[in-house]
C-alpha cells in the first residue's frame, strides 16, 4: 500500500482536502492501490500516521463523499 498512497498529494494541494476523496474503483483502475475494500481502515492509519488530522482522513476516505451526494440529492428534481 506505499505506491499509490501518494496520488491524492498533489490534488490535495492544488484544490484543497475538501475537494478530494477516496476512489473505490479497484475493478478498473490503472493501477489499484487497494486489492480490498478491508484496507480502507489500513489507509486512514496511515494518512494519520503521516500527520493528515482526525477531520481530514474522515473526508477523505468518506465524508467529502457523503457531503457532496448530500448537496446533489438535495438538489434534484423529481419528475
Given amino acids: 500500500m506505499t505506491t499509490g498512497r501518494q496520488h491524492h498529494v498533489p490534488l490535495r494541494r492544488a484544490v484543497g ?3 478530494v476523496a477516496l476512489g473505490t474503483d479497484m475493478d478498473a483502475n490503472y ?3 487497494l486489492t480490498s ?3 480502507i481502515p489500513l489507509l486512514a492509519s496511515e494518512l494519520l500516521r503521516r500527520g493528515y488530522g482526525e477531520q481530514e ?3 477523505f476516505v468518506g465524508g467529502n463523499f457523503l ?3 448530500g448537496v446533489v440529492w438535495k438538489g ?3 419528475r
Avoid: D, N
Fill in 17 to 19: 482536502p475538501e475537494f
Fill in 31 to 33: 493501477k489499484p492501490v
Fill in 37 to 39: 475494500y478491508r484496507q
Fill in 57 to 59: 482522513t474522515i473526508a
Fill in 67 to 69: 457531503r457532496l451526494f
Fill in 76 to 78: 434534484r428534481s423529481i
